[in-house]
């Protein structure tokens, strides 16, 4: 798990009065979900977190897509669905700061 997903949990945690561990769960959820969804149009997905650890199985759609990643970009299949998970790490904030937002976004 990147420290960028566990910031982004922990936000999560603190804004709702979570435990961490409850939102750690939402956060690695979400995300998941999320890219489940755009690569198999999956609606569910099953994980598990360990402490900073995620164990999960892609359907065999995100797999072959993670496959042809890793071998175009000379990483391991699991640090490109890392690289995944992170771009959705603070998609799910209520508000989202200023410095987060892309460059050009207005602000409210």
């Known amino acids: 798990m990147s420290d960028r997903l566990y910031e982004a949990a922990q936000e999560w945690a603190d804004r709702r009065l979570?435990?961490?561990?409850?939102?750690?769960?939402t956060k690695v959820e979400q995300a998941l979900l999320e890219i489940e969804h755009l690569v198999s149009q999956s609606h569910n997905v099953a994980f598990e977190v360990d402490g900073r650890e995620i164990r999960y199985e892609p359907t065999e759609e995100l797999a072959a897509l993670l496959r042809r990643q890793a071998e175009e970009s000379g990483v391991d299949e699991s640090a490109v669905l890392k690289m995944h998970v992170d771009l959705y790490a603070n998609a799910?904030?209520?508000?989202?700061?200023?410095e987060q937002k892309p460059p050009g976004t207005p602000s409210e």
């Open 18 to 25: 979570e435990d961490i561990d409850e939102a750690m769960a």
């Open 92 to 98: 799910f904030l209520d508000e989202v700061t200023d």
